[in-house]
Every structure is written in C-alpha cells, then in structure tokens.
C-alpha cells in the first residue's frame, strides 16, 4: 500500500515555491503493535502552515527539512491494533499532507458523527479551530458590549466570515475589510455586515471615518500591515484588539515593522492581545454548544473552498496569500 | 502682583529648544467672585509633557500656542473668594509653569498634609501619580505571580524606580534597564533589584539572555523602540507588556515603526495594554492604603529630584530626554 506524501522540501523565502515541497510515495509497513492507520479525508489549509515551514519555532516546532508537511486533517480508521480504535471510527488530529495517517494514537482524537445533517467538514468550519478561533477571540478577549463597533480584516476569510456574524449576533456594528467586490457584497449581502471595504480599491483610512463614524472599540485583526495600522490609527478609549493572525508579513523575509500606529495602544489605554485557539482547548466544548444553534437557525453562515485531490495543496496552499480565496480552503484527500 | 510664567511658543520639532517657550510677566488683575489665588510651591515634570506640546491631542487636548505650558503642581491658598477654599489650603492639580494659579476652584483639588513627616512632594512621587502608575500599572495590568521574572526599562526613572521595588515586594525577579553605571548600581544596591542592565555599554539583548533565564513574564515598558524589541524577543507564554510610556519615540517628528517583534505577541498569546493613571482614579485611595506602610516600613524608597526656580523649568524638562537625572524630577516654585 503506497501512502502518497509531500514532504517539505525548503524553507520558502518570501512567497511560497513548487519548490518548497517535494511529492513522495512511500510503501506502508505493517502495522505495529498499538499503531492504528487512518485515510486522510479532509487536509485543512491555513495561513498558520506558512509559518509552520519557517526555520524558526512558532507554538509549534519547526518542520523539520524532509519530513512531511504537517497539517490537520480528518480521517477514517482503516486498520488498528490499538485498543482505543476500530476500522471506521471518524479521527482529527495533525494527519499531515498525505492519504494515510499510521500513527499509536497519541494526537488523534476520536470525533463523532455531527446531528442535524452536518457534515464532517463543519469540524473544519464553524465547529472545529476556525469557529472556536472566532467565538473565543471576539468574545473572551473582545469582550464585546452591544452597539460597539467591530472591524474585522481578511473579513471573507475563514475566521473573518464567522468573527462578524458573531458580532452580529451580539448586537456590534461590524465593518469588515476584503479584497475584492464579490467578497464585499457576500459579507454584506449574506452575512449580514453593515459596511465592507475593499482595500484594493478604496482608501482604507477614509472608508473607515465612514463606516465607524462613533471610531472602532474593537479590532479583530488577521491582517496586520498597513491595514492594521488604518484600523489603530481610529480606536476609541479602551479599544480592544484581537491578534489572531498577520497574514499579511507571513510570507517576508525580513523583518517587518510593528504597526507605526503602536503609540495609540498606549493613548487610548488600549489592549492588544494574541492568541491561539488552543490556549482555549479546555473550553471547547462551551463554543461548540453556542455554535450549533447558530448554525441550525441560519444565524452562523460558512463557506467551504474546497480543493480536489492531494496533488493540489502546494498550489491551494498559495491562494491563501494572493487573496483568491473565499471560506474555509480545504483539500478532499479521499472520498469518505 | 505679577504672574511669572512661561508660554509654549512654539511646537518642538525633534528634541526640545529654549526658543519653544517664551517667558511672561503678567500683572494679576484682582480675584473675581468665586475665584482662589493659589501660589505653586512644586512643579512636576513629566515625559507626557513632551506629547502635549506637539500639535495632535493624546489623553489631553494640545496645549494651544501662546497659553501658559501645562504641568501639575501642588500650591497653597492665599487668597480666596469662593467658600470652597481658605488661606493656607493645600490644592494640587494642573497649577501650570507660572508662580500663580488663578481659577474658580475646578481642577484644583484639595490635599491633606501628610501623616509620619512624609513631605508635600511625596504627593508628586509614590503617592501621587508616580506611585499610583506603578501600582496600577504592574498590579493590575501586569497581573504578577510570585517568582516570575518582570523587566522594567527607564528603571533608575520615577515610575521605574517605584515599580522595581512593588515587584520585589511581590516576590517577582526584577531586572531593571538604566543608562548609567550609577543608575544600575543604585537601583540594585539601593532598591533591592536582583540585576541591572547598561543600555549604553551593555549588549541589551545578552545581559537579558543572562539576568531573565527563564524568560521574561512581565515588561513594564517606559521606553519602547529597540530595547523594548529586545525584551519583546524574551517574553513568554501569556507574557504581559504594560504599556506606560515610549520615551524613545517622543521627541521624534517623523512616524516610528512599532515594534520588530510584534509578531511575538501572536506568537506568544501575550498581552500589550496601554494606560494612563486617571483610568485609576476611582481606586487612588485603595493604592494610598498599600503604598503608605511600604514607605513608612521602608521597603518602598524614592528618589526626588528637585531643581531650584521656574526659569530653569525647560532645561530641567530637557534632562528627562538626555538621560541626566534620577528619581522624579521637581521644579522648586517658592518656598513652602
């Protein structure tokens, strides 16, 4: 049995390469004892796997040169001689960009089939790390009060599209800023958004006096970069902003400076606070009982990009840079 | 009766010059009903002096051209026709660089003499907005636990100084950033601080490798730029940067970056949060009942640094930039 592999290759410099990985095909072993082997169904792709292949340690190590491409996947158990596992039992964990999973079950989390009719892609939508991302940083460190105003940037995107149907929800005038007109009108159209941006056509800084003419309280920020600093440049007293992501230098390879608009943080006695959503793990299960009713109401709308076959990754991968994707990227590694 | 005073007259570009303030004699009309003539005894000098002479607002509207320069002082009553003041009252509040304040009473607030010998000027130091910015600033802000390592830069500074030693107070490992040999050896020798650090001689970036070995938990910032780049390097996991003044980035024109390792604060699910010591002023007598017994009990020490007559009031505030003084910076008005 041949387990279809990509393998990081080399360290990208700036913009992700062909290059960068390498496509391997590996003959599958029997299986040990205590090991289980699981298909890959579904690889997420995420602006974090980029800074995953840099040299350097992030909240996770570095991926080693020639080792397979780390990723989270879901999968279907095939074959186990551990205990804790059996041929057809659903799996999540870090699978990796590769069809079969061969592992001793540690990182590998047994997940169960969603109600409702959900498919097991909402775990890489609105139920699973995106969705939690949105719910926790709005509301944890948002700490959002009704009739504030919210600018989400990268707002099309996964975690953007959820962050401001929860602001929504919670009563928040949400401006969020896309790169394209098609992915403004779905925010605003379908989603529900009071006012989108464009960055690539309009002028951030006045499309922002526009839109939040009461200035912005709370900054849920995925962009970093010029944008940032626009959106830093307009908090109120006591302003809140998420650091969730900063897409925008990941692909640098010098370093980038902080917003020059930092000194606000310090005149607005406001807060700027990372995470990720792991910090969060305990607590899971508190999101997901909010989130589901969301959902089934129609409130909580997501998006899934998905993307045919392994061999595609490299290049779907990349389109989380360029701005040519809308909703969750995922791969379909095999048919469930 | 004639007022001395000194005027802004012009807004700095860069480093402060003799010819931004212009000195003023002005005849003191008789006191209209309801109005208090107090003299100022003490003049504080602050590094947000700096920011409110540039033209922008920031916590306070800019000080219009030609008015009297803003600056906190402690004066005493000497005559007065509103009921809410007497001869001999001590007020303290915004008095400005002039020998006398002339107003109805609002901003001036009424001061107690002070119990156990403790001076008037201790208001201007660990019991004025010194103390209560230390207080506040790692207390709650920095939200300290017992035996993590807390950094402070400007730490031989008024606020610095009082921070160090709140942290020891707190079972913390203090490392402190100054720019004198002097400065280090006072605040370690003197104040208890476990280690010190020479910006000016010193590898800022070793000397923490080696004073923080266990990483850095808590950035008290006063000085932001490359050195607080090299703490932000430091931090972490769920570090805490108070945001309490960026020194290095007052005086000048242009826009400064933020800091290089912003993206740490991602990457370390750390906290930045700016403030001011007015957001505090419910809880002001809540950190007078902490900071009284530390002073008397003599684990909390303070430093005054007092300069004679308000003509020398500019290049007093001119030796907050260069580095030149330690501990808090006065200007003697006239005599108690």
């Given at each position: ?6 393998l990081l290759?080399a ?11 390498r ?5 599958l ?7 289980v082997?699981?298909?890959?169904l579904y690889l997420?792709?995420?602006p974090?796997?980029?800074v995953?292949m ?5 909240y996770l190590p570095a991926?080693p040169?020639?080792d ?18 059996a041929?057809?039992?659903?799996v999540?964990?870090l699978?990796?960009w590769q ?7 540690a990182?590998?989390s047994k997940?169960?089939?969603?109600p ?14 995106i969705g939690f991302?949105a719910?926790f ?5 948002g700490q ?6 919210l600018?989400?940037s990268a ?6 599209s ?7 929800i919670?009563?928040?005038r ?7 007109d098609d992915?403004c009108?779905?925010?605003v159209d379908e989603?529900g958004?009071d ?6 056509t309009e ?6 006096d ?8 709370i900054?849920?920020?995925n962009v970093g970069?010029?944008?940032?600093d626009?959106?830093?440049m307009r908090?109120?007293?006591?302003a ?12 640098s ?14 005149m607005?006695?406001?807060?700027v606070?990372g ?9 899971f ?8 009713p969301?959902?089934l109401?129609g409130k909580?709308k ?7 076959g ?10 989380l840079?360029?701005?040519s994707?809308t909703?969750k ?5 095999s048919e469930?």
């Amino acid at each position: 049995m041949l387990n279809q592999q990509w393998l990081l290759a080399a360290r990208p410099k700036g913009d992700i390469q062909d290059s960068d990985f390498r496509w391997n095909e590996a003959k599958l072993p029997p299986l040990g004892e205590g090991q289980v082997r699981a298909r890959n169904l579904y690889l997420s792709l995420d602006p974090t796997n980029r800074v995953w292949m840099n040299e350097a340690a992030s909240y996770l190590p570095a991926i080693p040169l020639g080792d397979v491409m780390r990723g989270g996947t879901i999968a279907i158990v095939e074959e186990s001689r551990n205990p804790g596992f059996a041929p057809g039992d659903i799996v999540q964990g870090l699978g990796g960009w590769q069809t079969y999973w061969v592992g001793d079950g540690a990182g590998m989390s047994k997940t169960p089939r969603l109600p409702g009719g959900l498919p097991l892609t909402a775990y890489f939508g609105a139920l699973g790390h995106i969705g939690f991302t949105a719910y926790f940083g709005l509301l944890d460190i948002g700490q959002p009060k009704p009739g504030e105003t919210l600018v989400v940037s990268a707002a099309a995107g996964a975690v953007g599209s959820l962050v401001g149907q929860i602001g929504k929800i919670h009563g928040l005038r949400v401006v969020g800023i896309a790169g394209s007109d098609d992915k403004c009108r779905w925010i605003v159209d379908e989603l529900g958004f009071d006012a989108a941006i464009n960055y690539k056509t309009e002028d951030v800084g006045k499309a922002l006096d526009r839109h939040c003419p009461n200035g912005i309280d709370i900054d849920f920020e995925n962009v970093g970069g010029p944008i940032m600093d626009q959106v830093l440049m307009r908090i109120n007293k006591f302003a809140r902003v998420v650091l969730c992501g900063m897409i925008s230098g990941y692909n640098s390879s010098k370093p980038q400076p902080g917003p020059y608009a930092f000194g606000n943080i310090l005149m607005k006695s406001a807060k700027v606070q990372g995470f990720i959503v792991m910090d969060y793990g305990a607590r899971f299960g508190e999101a997901a009982q909010a989130i589901i009713p969301w959902i089934l109401q129609g409130k909580l709308k997501f998006k899934i990009d998905m993307v045919d076959g392994l061999h595609n990754a490299p290049a779907a991968l990349r389109r989380l840079f360029d701005g040519s994707n809308t909703g969750k990227l995922l791969v379909k590694v095999s048919e469930e």
